[in-house]
């Protein structure tokens, strides 16, 4: 078992490596060079047209979800314990100036993500059910010709099987953690009840949660894709502004930090050590890997798994929906990962506390900077309910993520079953220690984005022509800014 460890350890260098930070950022500053750095100068414009028609009405037909459903369900994804867990995490490892190279990422990948979009909405098909479906396997099917469906077929072997651990087990199990932490802040033991299952001992109650979860999962998987889009909807806004919230608190509870917090950022940036204030022997080149791979973690911007959410928009216009990328990127990493920093670093600063630099760190760490403002017990339990919605919002997309993968290598009829064992995983998932099981899906996460990156490389000539032609339209321009 050790063997295979190390095997897996070695494919996530490899899926996670520098080559290949350099190939996913190296394809979104090569896209926003060739489209004129379209989320810098139309990103008022993109707001506009996003953030700017959330509370207008829309409409969406059979097999369809409304663009503002479409969105929701692929920062459903995004927007998990990565950025709570993983963004304290690259800091621990990467230091301060990690928060930097994750916003750099996210810039790049705001041009990157909306190509994903244009593309999986230029190339989408029906299915036998009349539903919309697309992503990286259809527009590499569609888009670059029948020749390269293999290349497709790579990608949703690499998707449905991630989907079980990254968007499954390693989520529920999260769920379970931080709600047992938030038990024992309140005074409760949740180790006075256990069982042993495959010679661990597990709480019951997170017996019970992944019980609860996988209730949950079946009742919105079954109902399709108009059914996640519409829960999506009200879950993402409702945990995005508690945790924003909440986050904006701590920083102003500890509003003296925050310029020595931003100091540590840029100035980590380029010289780890300078930044933190001692020989802790973190090298600059760990600070920009660590930072990088958060912000794609992050925001999947180059993996193709959000795609396959905007395909099921009912907008027919590829850029009009493309835009909503550039917003999803922004308020993933921009926003919420930098709120989660800086509540990390002035919360830390401010409550006398210290980092493991060098080292691991993860929700934990983040319960204790909100404690600063809010008390241990409320703090805790902030997180908690933070992570339990952000993980729970994950698990919900990618059971859809995993399922479109699934059907399109072994077809519809076929597709209850995988749904059944997600909804089984769920259960388990709660039970176990998931290091290697991460590790595994982690991996598989990371090479879903060759195939996609390939796809959106070979198809960029085609979203350059779609965004010329909607930009040099003026009635297209002046119906969308209505």
């Not at 949660?209 to 879950?235: D, F, H, N, P, Q």
Request: hydrophobic residues 50%; aromatic residues 10%.
């Amino acid at each position: 078992m050790e063997g295979f460890s190390n095997f897996v350890d070695f494919l996530n260098g490899i899926a996670w490596g520098p080559w290949m930070l350099i190939l996913l950022v190296g394809t979104g500053i090569l896209l926003s060079i060739r489209m004129g750095f379209i989320q810098f100068t139309r990103f008022g414009y993109a707001m506009k047209n996003t953030l700017g028609k959330v509370f207008k009405k829309q409409q969406a037909g059979h097999g369809e979800v409304t663009p503002f459903q479409a969105v929701t369900t692929a920062l459903a994804a995004t927007v998990g314990t990565g950025n709570i867990a993983g963004v304290t995490g690259a800091i621990a490892a990467g230091g301060p100036g990690a928060v930097f190279w994750m916003w750099v990422s996210a810039l790049f990948g705001m041009a990157t993500k909306y190509s994903e979009v244009v593309l999986a909405v230029r190339y989408r098909e029906r299915n036998d059910k009349g539903d919309w479906v697309g992503g990286p396997m259809y527009y590499i099917k569609n888009g670059l010709g029948e020749g390269w469906r293999w290349l497709g077929g790579v990608f949703c072997v690499f998707g449905f099987l991630a989907a079980f651990g990254i968007g499954n087990m390693t989520q529920v199990n999260t769920i379970a953690s931080s709600i047992n932490t938030a038990i024992d802040a309140f005074g409760g033991n949740v180790e006075a009840s256990s069982v042993q299952i495959f010679g661990q001992t597990v709480p019951t109650s997170s017996i019970a949660i992944g019980v609860i979860v996988a209730v949950i999962v079946a009742l919105v998987l079954l109902g399709g894709i108009k059914r996640i889009g519409s829960v999506t909807e009200k879950l993402v806004p409702f945990m995005a502004v508690i945790y924003i919230v909440a986050a904006i608190a701590v920083i102003l509870g500890n509003i003296g930090q925050l310029g020595t917090v931003f100091g540590m950022i840029f100035k980590g940036a380029f010289n780890a050590d300078a930044a933190i204030g001692g020989a802790t022997g973190i090298m600059i080149k760990t600070t920009i890997q660590k930072g990088v791979a958060r912000g794609v973690f992050s925001n999947e911007a180059g993996l193709g798994s959000a795609p396959m959410a905007h395909a099921a928009s009912s907008e027919t216009d590829p850029v009009k929906q493309g835009l909503y990328g550039i917003f999803e990127v922004f308020m993933d990493t921009i926003v919420i990962c930098s709120l989660t920093a800086l509540a990390l670093l002035c919360g830390t600063l401010g409550g006398g506390q210290t980092l493991d630099w060098g080292g691991s760190a993860g929700t934990a760490n983040v319960a204790a900077a909100f404690s600063s403002v809010f008390g241990n017990q409320v703090g805790s339990l902030l997180i908690a309910v933070g992570i339990t919605l952000f993980a729970l919002s994950t698990v919900l997309s990618w059971s859809l993520y995993g399922t479109r993968c699934f059907e399109y290598l072994f077809g519809l009829q076929y597709v209850k079953l995988y749904q059944i064992a997600f909804i089984i995983i769920v259960v388990i998932g709660s039970t176990l220690e998931l290091s290697l099981v991460w590790n595994i899906a982690d991996t598989l996460n990371g090479f879903m984005a060759i195939p996609n990156l390939i796809a959106l490389l070979g198809l960029s000539g085609v979203v350059i022509k779609l965004t010329k032609e909607h930009f040099s339209d003026p009635a297209k321009m002046a119906n969308d800014e209505v």
